[in-house]
């Protein structure tokens, strides 16, 4: 097993909730990360302001080379149009320009539980003109694997753009604006056991949607974007990605 190391620890009280008894570590607030040879794992709160009432933590299981396992559990109350938070693991590889990339490898085995949720289960991806971590992103990609209470992508209003067919799954294909461009691709079942090529949603942009593939890739991230729900229990187990380049 890769040594990891934990920024920072905090953990709140979690009324009438169970706790991952076998877990490494657990990161309960915004800032925490867990950082391992390979990953960082995050529990990213990021809109938890949106929220009347919640707490969310995430729990590290298992880690070694290019395979992680952990566990998030989480309840949120209130701002049901908002996102409250994305716990996700990141591969720690810096910054990748796109044409570099020969293909991204990836597996991933979830699992959800809880009472009336609503949340999706994503890859998120971000592009920049440069390999500086603070360059502007130009877009964002997003590759969805499982809906939960009919949250909707970015763009959803308008329709899909395109239904191709990727790793023989079709996708339907969202397009919108956030502070730069998003691109969703939204299984229309969810997997939850995946087994693909996140590279070939790249390409497939590059080709079709007129992506520069000078662009670089500054992060991947897989995770769980939460809106409402009680109890919530999103589990992984394993999820496992290389960047070949």
């Not at 559990?73 to 996700?88: E, F, L």
């Not at 990748?96 to 991806?125: H, M």
């Not at 395109?162 to 397009?175: F, M, N």
């Not at 590059?206 to 593939?213: A, M």
Request: hydrophobic share 40%; charged share 15%; proline share 4%.
């Amino acid at each position: 097993m890769k040594a990891y190391s934990l920024v920072l620890l905090a953990v709140p009280a979690l009324a009438g909730r169970h706790i991952a008894r076998d877990a490494i570590e657990t990161i309960c607030t915004q800032n925490n990360i867990i950082t391992t040879d390979d990953f960082i794992l995050y529990n990213n709160l990021w809109g938890e302001e949106y929220a009347t009432s919640g707490s969310e933590c995430t729990y590290l299981d298992y880690v070694s080379g290019n395979s992680i396992s952990w566990q998030t559990s989480w309840t949120w109350a209130g701002g049901a149009d908002y996102v409250k938070s994305y716990p996700n693991a990141v591969l720690n590889v810096g910054a990748k320009q796109l044409s570099s990339i020969t293909s991204i490898p990836t597996t991933w085995s979830w699992s959800y539980t809880g009472t009336d949720l609503v949340a999706d289960v994503s890859f998120d991806a971000f592009f920049s003109a440069t390999d500086s971590t603070t360059a502007a992103h130009e877009y964002e990609v997003m590759v969805w694997l499982g809906v939960y209470g009919g949250i909707e992508p970015i763009g959803n209003a308008d329709g899909p753009i395109a239904s191709p067919t990727i790793g023989g799954q079709v996708w339907d294909l969202y397009k919108g604006p956030n502070d730069w461009t998003v691109f969703s691709f939204v299984a229309r079942e969810n997997i939850e056991n995946y087994s693909g090529d996140i590279m070939e949603f790249f390409t497939y942009l590059i080709e079709n949607e007129g992506v520069d593939s000078s662009l670089y890739l500054q992060t991947l991230g897989a995770g769980t974007e939460p809106k409402t729900g009680e109890d919530a229990w999103f589990t992984v187990a394993p999820y496992e990605i290389s960047i070949n380049a």
